[in-house]
């Protein structure tokens, strides 16, 4: 499966952003769908993921009741609405697919290309 991550930019502290996903190429909601990030010089994180028919989503302890995740299967499409932004979420942040209910990293078979989420003070 195809993912394209899109959505980023700059905002200030205690803004919102909504990140998308839009896939194609294989059957969507075949797929665990996941969101991970990256800071500068750290390592990729998970970050939310949602179950194949959206029923079930989890999150990381640090952006529990400020992130959502969300998908459409109609639209082959997943998204991470973003509130009460901080500068420690500044990072790129990675769509992926998986087969598996996993929030480990190589779990994840497809990848997106990233997209840069920018948090100032």
């Known amino acids: 499966v195809q993912l394209q991550a899109s959505g980023g930019g700059l905002v200030q502290a205690g803004g919102s952003l909504r990140l998308s996903c839009a896939a194609s190429?294989?059957?969507?909601?075949?797929?665990?769908m996941g969101w991970f990030r990256q800071a500068p010089g750290k390592e990729r994180e998970f970050v939310a993921h949602?179950?194949?028919?959206?029923?079930?989503?989890s999150y990381v302890d640090s952006v529990k009741g400020r992130f959502a995740i969300s998908r459409d299967n109609a639209k082959n499409t997943m998204s991470l609405q973003m509130n009460s932004l901080k500068p420690e979420d500044t990072a790129v942040y990675y769509c992926?697919?998986?087969?598996?209910?996993?929030?480990?990293?190589?779990?994840?078979?497809?990848w997106g290309q990233g997209t840069l989420v920018t948090v100032s003070s």
């Open positions: 992926a697919a998986s087969v598996s209910w996993t929030r480990i990293r190589d779990g994840y078979d497809y």
């Open positions: 190429g294989r059957t969507f909601s075949n797929y665990v």
């Open positions: 949602i179950s194949r028919g959206g029923g079930m989503t």
